[in-house]
T-cell receptor
Framework: GAVVSQHPSRVICKSGTSVKIECRSLDFQATTMFWYRQFPKKSLMLMAT?????????EQGVEKDKFLINHASLTLSTLTVTSAHPEDSSFYIC?????????????FGPGTRLTVT | DAKTTQPNSMESNEEEPVHLPCNHSTISGTDYIHWYRQLPSQGPEYVIH???SNVNNRMASLAIAEDRKSSTLILHRATLRDAAVYYCILRDRTYKYIFGTGTRLKVLA
């Protein structure tokens, strides 16, 4: 099966600092990856679509200058939370779209728990 | 907005079948119906998907109504490891997933 990894799995940072989260597709190439955030006991909320070699597409209400997305290769997308604040504390999950064949499927990473103190 | 509605929670006894319903009355002809499940502090895990016909795999079965406005995920024999939040999602041509609230399944020993 297809595997998506995230690094780090957990991170604690101080308010005002920036944090980078990596999302990698380990055994397939992905021109499209997605970033979600999830608050406790809530559902996943799509933040943005990450496109390899081009700018990310952000969902309404998501600050693109706050959440910087870079998709520099077919196996890696990064999400940088800039000038983090306690309200940015959340569970961040990425997914990668596996292409080829007649059907496209998405595979999710294990998530990154961000705590901003 | 999410295009699917599901009950917030359901309970099942271990070793018994579970039927998880999902309504998607605004589904379009090209939308695929996907089911994922999420264990605590983990990313969602693919369960099954379908378009029009009923589908079976090693994890579950998916029954799709003839008008495609609803579907049911069937776990044939629930185990304690099946306790999770189950999400029914419509995948359109943009490939974006808009998650609804999901159904929290509790399996009783």
């Amino acid at each position: 099966g297809a595997v998506v990894s995230q690094h780090p799995s957990r991170v604690i940072c101080k308010s005002g600092t920036s944090v980078k989260i990596e999302c990698r597709s380990l055994d397939f190439q992905a021109t499209t990856m997605f970033w979600y955030r999830q608050f406790p006991k809530k559902s996943l909320m799509l933040m943005a679509t990450s496109n390899e070699g081009s700018k990310a597409t952000y969902e309404q209400g998501v600050e693109k200058d706050k959440f910087l997305i870079n998709h520099a290769s077919l196996t890696l997308s990064t999400l940088t939370v800039t000038s983090a604040h306690p309200e940015d504390s959340s569970f961040y999950i990425c997914s990668a779209r596996k292409e080829g064949g007649l059907y496209y499927e998405q595979y999710f990473g294990p998530g990154t728990r961000l705590t901003v103190t | 907005d999410a295009k699917t509605t599901q009950p917030n929670s359901m309970e099942s006894n271990e070793e018994e079948p579970v039927h998880l319903p999902c309504n998607h009355s605004t589904i379009s002809g090209t939308d695929y119906i996907h089911w994922y499940r999420q264990l605590p502090s983990q990313g969602p895990e693919y369960v099954i998907h379908g378009l029009t016909s009923n589908v079976n795999n090693r994890m579950a079965s998916l029954a799709i109504a003839e008008d495609r406005k609803s579907s049911t995920l069937i776990l044939h024999r629930a185990t304690l490891r099946d306790a999770a939040v189950y999400y029914c999602i419509l995948r359109d041509r943009t490939y974006k997933y808009i998650f609804g609230t999901g159904t929290r399944l509790k399996v009783l020993a």
